[in-house]
């Protein structure tokens, strides 16, 4: 079996241990598959993320540990020559949303999110790439080079028959709108744009320097939070770079990307190409250790856990160690005496924050906590919550769109319909855009909220 992922981190597991039932087949992957020793612990309803399609559905058969036996049926040749294709190994995967979960909350950590994405790619082998899936992990390609596609999206929120196209040719809800890009994407003074190599090994880079990794959701569809996070950063006495192509890259022009997209959808050697150019560019960053902070949770967390697993090496290594969220990396140096910058109050009134479901896997939490207790009398409160529903392009797909919405109607939209006059704090893109659709309401990022908390606005 050729693996997509790399899964030698399982080589020993079992060894040594009472493991029982590794598949016949599979090598590593299935040894990353059998970890799981059938506790059942995701087929209960604690507080926490694990397990949001169980949790939706009441039925054991979307819990990790069923998806496990026909996992491992597959692998042990029970579905036939191409089990990948069986629809019941569809069936047993098509809910799981990736949120990492099970790996944070599973007593063996079973890294089902990543099991999917080797499932997803063994399948693309077997049946090829899905039209809707091609378009939604290309998208943020096409809305850098085919500025059609922002008023297509806005034409079809508005006119139910297109919408209805969607939904018969591309399998897109109809009931579901689509997020709007912004009007005109992320774009600083060119001065912002300095040299990445000047910045971080000229004899005037110091250990003030931070790039800004302004990815595809904030650079196409939330503008104003990359400017906040730079204003922010800058106000604290950072020398802010934002991270692009190199000169020499194959592509220039085109924005870095982490290749979330491509991942969640199983197209793993495009996310594997689309890490290697952004690996290239910041080489000379990793190698002056100069931080890197980004916005989107599942793309940050991506450069931190699922890079690991592409077989980049070294440089995958040393970027998940250099990586933050803007959250993370305030708190880190607020604790190191670095972040002195003084906010002002908000408005009076509670916050309500729901966390994306990658930050809960990472333990992120207690960082953004942090952060918002510098904020002088900031009332806020944690809302208990599994996945938001979303999950990436799972919430609008025509399958899955009343699931999703089951999903969100667990925990999250309740508490947000008790605090109707609360300000919603999300930082990630799926969360907002779930919220927005389920709870008619805005949410907002983090640096949005620090922005506001500024005592003197410094520009961006």
């Given at each position: ?246 000169a020499d890259d194959d592509e220039p022009e085109r924005a870095l990307c982490c ?202």
């Amino acid at each position: 079996m050729k693996h997509h992922l790399d899964w030698s981190a399982y080589e020993t597991a079992g060894q040594g241990d009472a493991y029982a039932g590794i598949p016949a087949t599979g090598g590593d992957f299935a040894k990353a598959v059998a970890v799981c020793i059938g506790d059942k612990q995701c087929q209960r309803k604690p507080k926490g993320v694990m397990c949001p399609s169980f949790r939706a559905t009441d039925d054991v058969a979307h819990s990790p540990g069923e998806r496990v036996k026909v996992l491992k049926a597959a692998l042990n040749g029970e579905l036939g020559d191409d089990a990948f294709a069986d629809p019941r190994l569809a069936s047993a995967m098509e809910l799981c949303v990736g949120c990492k979960g099970c790996k944070r909350e599973c007593a063996n950590q079973v890294d089902m999110a990543a099991i999917k994405i080797e499932y997803q790619a063994q399948r693309n082998a077997q049946i090829g790439v899905p039209l809707r899936d091609l378009l939604v992990a290309t998208l943020p390609d096409q809305l850098q080079h085919r500025r059609f596609v922002r008023s297509l999206i806005r034409w079809r929120n508005r006119a139910p028959w297109l919408a209805q196209l969607g939904e018969r040719f591309l399998g897109i809800s109809a009931k579901r709108k689509l997020p709007e890009p912004a009007t005109t994407p992320f774009v600083l003074s060119s001065a912002a744009y300095r040299s990445m190599s000047g910045v971080v090994t000229s004899n005037q880079g110091s250990d003030r320097d931070v790039i800004l990794f302004v990815d595809t959701f904030a650079m196409h569809f939330d503008p104003e939070i990359a400017h906040a996070a730079h204003q922010v950063l800058t106000a604290a006495g950072y020398n802010v770079s934002i991270l692009q192509a190199l000169a020499d890259d194959d592509e220039p022009e085109r924005a870095l990307c982490c290749g979330r997209t491509y991942l969640s959808l199983g197209q793993v050697d495009a996310a594997r190409h689309e890490a290697q150019r952004m690996h290239r560019a910041l080489r000379p960053a990793l190698e002056a250790g100069t931080p890197i902070v980004g916005l989107e949770p599942s793309c940050i967390l991506s450069l931190r856990d699922d890079h690991l697993k592409l077989g980049l090496g070294e440089a995958a290594i040393a970027l998940s160690k250099q990586v933050y969220l803007f959250e993370e990396f305030i708190a880190r140096e607020h604790d190191r005496k670095r972040f002195t910058l003084e906010f002002k109050p908000l408005p009076q009134g509670k916050t309500l924050v729901h966390g994306h479901c990658h930050q809960k896997a990472v333990g992120a939490m207690k960082s953004l906590r942090k952060v918002l207790r510098l904020i002088p009398e900031f009332e806020f409160e944690f809302i208990e919550a599994s996945c938001c529903g979303m999950a990436g392009s799972f919430g609008v797909e025509a399958e899955h769109a009343d699931i999703s919405m089951r999903m969100a109607e667990l925990d999250l939209l309740p508490a947000l319909r008790a605090e109707p006059d609360a300000t919603i704090l999300a930082n990630g893109f799926s969360c907002r855009h779930q919220i927005r659709e389920g709870a008619a309401r805005q949410s907002h990022h983090v640096a949005l909220l620090m922005r506001d908390a500024l005592k003197e606005p410094s520009p961006c």
